[in-house]
């Protein structure tokens, strides 16, 4: 433990069950002094969010479905209400048709497309015309984005189309409340086993091909993801806003491995 974040109140959303990465975020930042609220998608997570949040000492859990705007209203008087100012929010969400992460991307119908597009994009610049009002200088936010984004990657389709959007996202909204001193920042996160990464087609592929070829020849847990995210989201990371910083073993600046690695 540490006393990094000590006296910041924060509100994680996306977490689903302890596989989630807003758990490992959520853990390091409880571990590190903040405080905490969550927000949960769905009757059904309810009973699976509130024994996680009282493990790191919340009983703020409040039902957020993001494509709802009026869910979204209502969860932030809530956070108002409640503490009166937010000093972080973690952004851990992203949906698409499970038909849509197979296949080929050219099939993607309007449909899919403008679901994913809402969950998985839209849904951060509203939480953060909310959040914005609720935070002062020094304030910070961040989301979780995906290589796939940048590169293509078997299977992604539309949500690798979504992901480049949220990055982009992610530097015009630095760009706005940098003025006010917030700072808005992604990590792009290797793969790992979560609920939603299930939904992914050759899951298991990817992640045996991150291990072979990442640097560190391993893949990352949430746990790497949550002591990154808590760089960004405390005073550590305090210059820097509109990043995205891959939290990958280093996967993304491999072009080639050699033929003769030793370890292949
Ligand atoms: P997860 O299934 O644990 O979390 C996804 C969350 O999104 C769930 O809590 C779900 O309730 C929430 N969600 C979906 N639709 C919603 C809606 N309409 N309203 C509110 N919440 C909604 O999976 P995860 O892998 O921890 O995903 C978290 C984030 O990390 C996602 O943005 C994902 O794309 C990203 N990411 C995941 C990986 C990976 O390999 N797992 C890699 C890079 C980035």
């Known amino acids: 433990a540490n006393e990094l974040m000590k006296g910041k109140r924060g509100l994680i959303m996306g977490l689903a069950n302890d596989k989630s990465i807003a758990w490992g975020i959520a853990k390091a930042c409880a571990d590190a002094g903040a405080e905490l609220a969550f927000s949960y998608q769905g009757d059904a997570l309810l009973k699976r969010v509130t024994p996680l949040a009282a493990e790191l000492g919340s009983d703020i859990v409040l039902p957020c479905d993001v494509t709802d705007m009026e869910s979204i209203d209502a969860l932030f008087a809530a956070l108002e209400e409640k503490w009166g100012k937010l000093d972080f929010v973690v952004h851990a969400i992203a949906f698409s048709d499970k038909n849509d992460l197979r296949g080929r991307y050219v099939d993607t119908s309007r449909n899919g497309f403008l679901l994913a ?42 949500m690798g189309v979504a992901k480049a959007a949220l990055e982009a996202s992610v530097k015009y909204l630095a760009e706005d409340l940098g003025k006010d001193g917030i700072r808005v920042n992604a990590i792009s996160a290797g793969p790992i086993k979560t609920l939603a990464a299930s939904g992914i087609g050759d899951f298991r592929y990817i992640l045996k091909w991150n291990e072979y070829n990442s640097p560190l020849r391993r893949n990352v847990t949430i746990e790497d993801v949550g002591r990154s995210a808590l760089y960004l989201l405390s005073d550590l990371g305090s210059g820097v806003t509109g990043e995205v910083l891959h939290v990958d073993a280093g996967y993304h600046v491999v072009g080639m491995k050699a033929i003769d690695a030793p370890d292949m």
Request: hydrophobic share 40%; charged share 15%; proline share 5%.
């Open 117 to 158: 597009m809402d969950i998985s994009v839209y849904s951060f610049t509203a939480i953060m015309q909310r959040a914005e009002k609720l935070m002062e200088p020094g304030g910070s936010a961040m989301t979780l984005t995906y290589y796939g984004g940048e590169k293509v990657m078997p299977h992604y389709n539309v």
